[in-house]
């Protein structure tokens, strides 16, 4: 498994999963919501990945944050639809 598959499982595990749907549900009704608040939710992802001790460069992690969260919430829809 590489560090982007693990980053998935962590975003799809608690406490992150609660965070994924939310952002799930948001983006579901407001197509803007990712890149209206890329910032926080940048930081975010960036946070539940360190806490579960993901060791990577803050600078690869601030650059795929916002595509590791997207890919979480695309496996979010397929394992609940």
Known sequence: M??????????????ALDFVREVRRKVDTDST???SHMQE???KVKT?????GLLWDNDILTREAIPMLTEA???LRLIEK
């Open 2 to 15: 590489n560090t982007n598959d693990k980053a998935i499982v962590i975003l799809l595990s608690k406490p």
């Open 33 to 35: 919501y990712l890149d």
């Open 41 to 43: 939710l940048r930081e």
């Open 48 to 52: 539940y990945l360190m806490d579960a």
């Open 73 to 75: 919430i695309m496996q």
